[in-house]
């Protein structure tokens, strides 16, 4: 006899199943978020004078940013992962499918593939690399302020061109003017390349009460 709870009554697959897909998530992205912010810190110090960083200290940090990011993210995939599959469920009740056409829908519909595991990793990576960068440059005292920077080819977006060369204090929010949306660093939308550098000295116009 199952245990009440512990199979999902619009997907059939228990909790255990669910379980597991997190922690198998959360294994890979945590890794990564890691490595990749752990990069981002190192990369952003030697903007700096050597010595101006305590890297061991940043790293710390940023490892502990990156292991919540990571569990807010699986969440995140693996809920709308169970909702879209109940709802697809339903509509094949409803439709009396067969059990081949079930089959093969679950299998295109939730296979990451390479177009959306890339989408997730290059969107996490520059993020990750980004929190890196802004939380050496925090440590250092040295950085007032960060400066966006699209990569200024054909394929930037409407979302970061009007962002690219603003500069703002360090713990202020870019904004894009034509949306007002606010970014705290890249990315601004899935699979973004853009990227932010330091500002040591803020000119009088830009400063923003630091």
Known sequence: MVAPGRI??????????????????????????????FLGVADGAAYLAAGSVDISVVNSTV???????????VRGIV???????????ARWIDTNGSLPELIEW????FDFGEGRGRMIAVTEVTRAYAHGNIEAWKNSGAVKGKRWLTANDDLVCEFCGPLNGMKVGLHDAF??????????SPPAHPNCRC????VVIMPESDESGE
């Open 79 to 89: 809920d709308n992962t169970r909702r879209d599959l109940a709802d697809g469920i």
């Open 63 to 73: 490892a502990a940013w990156a292991k919540i990011h990571a569990g807010e993210l």
């Open 195 to 198: 990227a932010v550098y330091p």
């Open 175 to 184: 904004v894009n003017e034509e949306t007002g949306t606010q970014y705290n």
């Open 8 to 37: 999902s009554t619009k997907t059939g697959l228990g909790s255990e199943f669910w379980e597991l897909e997190r922690e198998i998530l959360y294994l890979l992205l945590s890794e990564l978020l890691i490595d990749v912010a």
């Open 106 to 109: 679950v299998q295109t519909s």
